[in-house]
DNA sequence: ACGTTGTCCTGTCTGC
DNA sequence: TGCAGACAGGACAACG
């Protein structure tokens, strides 16, 4: 389940392992996962083009082509987008893979299914769907303070829980459930507190804990829970510092109170009952 | 209009 | 031991 700090780490790796190859060939072994367009004209527009950057919107990878065309990808939750010798067997649920010209590829595994390719070609990416309807980007030296006091106040009348607001995209891009719970955690409040019962100390202990928590596990590169791996093929080490994501029944290293496990929000919610109020 | 639920999918874990 | 069923969740559609 890449979020912000996974997708970041695999952006980072990317830039500096992709940039100036090549494009020799792409094999496209499920085409399901391309998100509009056909397989034919994948391959036809990449042939023969050079990566030239690297880059990240929320949980989304944007890889740019010299032809001014665009890659996007989303590993959704069990995707992984990595970068190997030709050498190396392709392992099962590889769906799709370029070959570069150093006899390298970059290829897109995916056991769920869920993760898409999305080929766009040329335009701006402000006018794509995927990326429009985005809120900011929580680590922007432009999102404020103030930005998120008012991305808050504006729903004051919700009656949407801080889980449910936390992990959806259109309010803040990037957070998912295990980050959601971590950052909430660090700010000692429960998740299933409402946005209008947010007091203004509150508002402001959330707003650095996010940066904070996200932040520290891109240092850490990453959380591997599940199978997540970065571009190289490498776990993160975010797992050793996570305070309640998958530590229901053990106690609290904060206060020792048992963490309890309940669904909000439609999601698995790992939380404290004894230091989140 | 807003918030919740169902859907896609496979690997892994639990319980009978 | 084996197998059925539950569970994991990002984002979007559909529903109430």
Redesign the pocket.
């Known amino acids: 389940?890449p979020?912000l700090p996974e997708v970041e780490t695999i952006r980072r790796d990317l830039d500096s392992l992709i940039v100036d190859r090549k494009i020799i060939d792409t094999k496209i072994l499920l085409p399901?996962i391309l998100r509009g367009g056909v397989p034919s004209r994948f391959k036809t527009r990449l042939k023969g083009r050079r990566f030239i950057g690297v880059g990240r919107r929320?949980?989304?990878l944007i890889l740019f082509l010299d032809s001014g065309d665009c890659l996007l990808v989303?590993l959704?939750?069990?995707g992984r987008l990595v970068y190997v010798s030709s050498q190396v067997p392709r392992e099962?649920?590889t769906h799709l893979y370029f070959v570069l010209d150093n006899d390298y590829e970059l290829r897109f595994v995916d056991?769920?299914?869920?993760g898409y390719l999305k080929l766009v070609e040329g335009g701006a990416l402000e006018d794509i769907?995927?990326i429009i309807?985005l809120g900011p980007e929580p680590l922007a030296s432009s999102f404020l303070q103030s930005d998120f006091v008012r991305l808050v106040e504006d729903?004051i009348k919700?009656?949407?829980?801080l889980k449910?607001f936390l992990?959806d995209?259109k309010f803040i891009a990037g957070i998912?459930?295990?980050y959601a719970d971590e950052i909430l955690h660090a700010a000692g409040i429960h998740p299933e507190r409402l946005l209008s019962s947010l007091t203004p100390a509150e508002l402001t202990e959330l707003y650095g804990t996010i940066k904070f928590v996200l932040n520290q596990a891109i240092k850490m590169r990453g959380t591997t829970f599940d199978r997540y791996v970065d571009a190289k093929g490498q776990p993160g080490k975010y797992l050793e510092e996570l305070q309640v994501y998958g530590r229901a029944g053990k106690p609290c290293f904060r206060c020792g109170t048992i963490l309890r496990?309940e669904?909000i929000?439609?999601?698995?919610t790992n939380f404290c009952p004894g230091c989140q109020n």
């Open positions: 389940m979020e399901k929320a949980k989304i989303h959704k939750m069990s099962r649920h056991p769920r299914q869920f769907p995927e309807s729903r919700s009656r949407r829980s449910s992990i995209q998912g459930n295990i496990k669904r929000a439609s999601r698995g």
